[in-house]
């Protein structure tokens, strides 16, 4: 069945550690995307891409970074530099032709957790 | 720019009862809205989504949501609440801009009592 795998599905980091959350994806979607949900605030837009080898900053991008090298993945990673890490990371991706019409496709999630 | 407004961040209901979990939106122009439900500890799915035509849209499980531009609101509602209704729900609105980009609501947990 094609969807979104998110691994791992919990995950804790020390004080100053670097953590990289993985996104794989076998819908053949174009565009992927990052965000961070922490109770009552909803989803928040951390980095988006809709080609490979091309991201942008969403709305809260700093203390984190992404790469795509690949279509069918794209990793997220949060540095040090990200003072408050804990929360649930969600990734998505959609087909890119078609607009803004066309819906999201959402992992499971990564819970991250710090020591 | 746009935004979204989910009035309640809970709402209680008993089985069999009407489920209205309210969503009103902000945007310059005419919105693709969207619907989405999260179960514990897991991702998002898609309940159903206004993009163009009939305002009423009908989703999945029994949800429908009505699109109204006069009021700027697209509010979700199931006729029967179910037990397993019991989630978070999240409305979202993107603009026709070429590339989907989504704002969502903070959420409205449902609560469906016996």
């Known amino acids: 069945d094609g969807g979104i795998t998110q691994s791992p599905k919990y995950l804790f980091r020390k004080e100053g550690q670097n953590v990289t959350l993985s996104c794989e994806q076998n819908?053949?979607?174009?565009?992927m995307y990052w965000y961070r949900q922490d109770p009552g605030q909803g989803l928040r837009l951390i980095y988006y891409?809709?080609?490979?080898?091309?991201?942008q900053k969403g709305d809260i991008a700093e203390g984190y970074s992404v790469s795509r090298e690949k279509k069918e993945s794209f990793p997220l990673t949060v540095t040090s530099a990200q003072k408050n890490p804990t929360a649930f990371y969600l990734c998505?991706?959609?087909?890119?032709?078609?607009?803004?019409?066309?819906?999201?496709?959402f992992g499971d999630g990564t819970r991250l957790s710090i020591l | 720019a746009q935004s979204v407004t989910q009035l309640g961040s809970h709402v209680s209901v008993s089985e069999g009862a009407l489920v209205l979990l309210r969503c009103n939106y902000s945007?310059?122009?005419?919105?693709?809205l969207f619907w989405y439900v999260q179960y514990p500890n897991q991702g998002l799915q898609l309940l159903l989504k206004?993009?163009?035509?009939?305002?009423l849209v009908k989703g999945i499980n029994g949800f429908e949501a009505e699109f109204k531009k006069s009021e700027t609101s697209f509010h979700l509602t199931k006729p029967s609440a179910h037990m397993s209704d019991a989630a978070e729900y999240f409305c979202?609105?993107?603009?026709?801009?070429?590339?989907?980009?989504?704002?969502f609501g903070t959420g409205t947990r449902l609560l469906v009592s016996p």
């Open positions: 819908l053949n979607h174009d565009a």
């Open positions: 998505a991706s959609s087909i890119s032709s078609g607009g803004s019409n066309q819906p999201q496709h």
């Open positions: 979202a609105v993107s603009e026709d801009s070429g590339f989907q980009k989504l704002v």
């Open positions: 206004y993009t163009t035509g009939a305002t």
């Open positions: 891409s809709q080609i490979v080898n091309d991201f």
């Open positions: 945007s310059s122009v005419p919105p693709y």
